[in-house]
């Protein structure tokens, strides 16, 4: 019996909805959920009624032309805009079959490891003899043209006149009088060393690609995920192989 009369509404105490404090009185009433709900049933009252208004007029005249009409096809029953002729795919095979069956975030995982290995190759390799690497240049100063016309560079530098070429490992005369070779020095040695830096140099340039691949089409599923916004849209940008499309979305007023 005492449950029942603490759940009687006559004995539980009227809540009132905080007013609007003193220091802000000059900002007017403070609007409480009554005052928002009227406001929201308006809003989208108004909304309903220029949708009903756009399709009055969208189906007044049953002889309208669009151009839809004839730039479009049937494809499985279901009308799709005919491609221009030159016009470039905006998703590759690879793509589709990527963002059909994988989801963003195990795409973005692959693509974490992908950069993290990239990462830890440049750490290794240096790219100091990369052939995409970009060319340096060394300018060196004299006190007038004669010396420019004796200049050797190979006395400027202190070392061999064969290791002028190099740009790392090109040691001074008095470090190969004084220190041992280390590493390989046969000819046979340092062909194969290079033919495996090459391979290196190659498989980062693989990575380097598939990691840009996995980003786009990230981006590309991300964007789709966006586009089951009911909000208002507009396309600013097509799709490309290279990148995703990119929509402008009209700014909502949230609660």
């Known amino acids: 019996m005492s449950s029942f009369r603490k759940a009687l509404k006559s004995r539980q105490k009227n809540h009132q909805e905080r007013s609007q404090p003193g220091f802000r009185k000059h900002l007017g009433l ?18 309903n009624t220029l949708a009903a208004l756009r399709k009055k007029a969208l189906e ?21 805009p005919k491609k ?51 060319k340096n240049s060394h300018t060196f100063f004299v006190d007038s043209k004669k010396e420019v016309q004796s200049f050797d560079l190979a006395r400027h530098l202190k070392t061999a006149p064969e290791l002028v070429d190099r740009v790392y490992n090109r040691p001074t005369l008095e470090t190969l009088e004084t220190k041992s070779i280390q590493g390989a020095v046969r000819a046979r040695s340092m062909k194969t060393m290079a033919k495996q830096r090459k391979h290196q140099y190659t498989i980062l ?19 789709r995920k966006d586009l089951q916004d009911k909000n208002k849209k507009v396309k600013v940008k097509k799709e490309t192989p290279n990148a995703p499309a990119i929509y402008k979305f009209e700014a909502k007023r949230k609660r």
């Open 205 to 223: 340039s693989q990575r380097i690609d598939r990691e840009k691949k996995l980003f786009v089409i990230s981006q590309k599923i991300q964007t």
């Open 60 to 80: 007044k005249n049953p002889d309208e032309f669009y151009f839809k009409m004839i730039n479009s096809q049937l494809q499985d029953g279901a009308h799709a």
């Open 84 to 134: 221009a002729k030159g016009e470039v795919v905006e998703v590759t095979e690879e793509q589709k079959k990527m963002m059909r069956t994988q989801d963003i975030k195990y795409v973005e995982m692959k693509r974490v490891a992908e950069a993290k290995k990239i990462e830890r190759m440049k750490g290794e390799l240096h790219l100091l003899d990369a052939d995409s690497k970009q």
């Open 30 to 47: 403070l609007e409480k959920k009554k005052d928002y709900k009227l406001r929201a049933d308006d809003y989208h009252k108004k909304q």
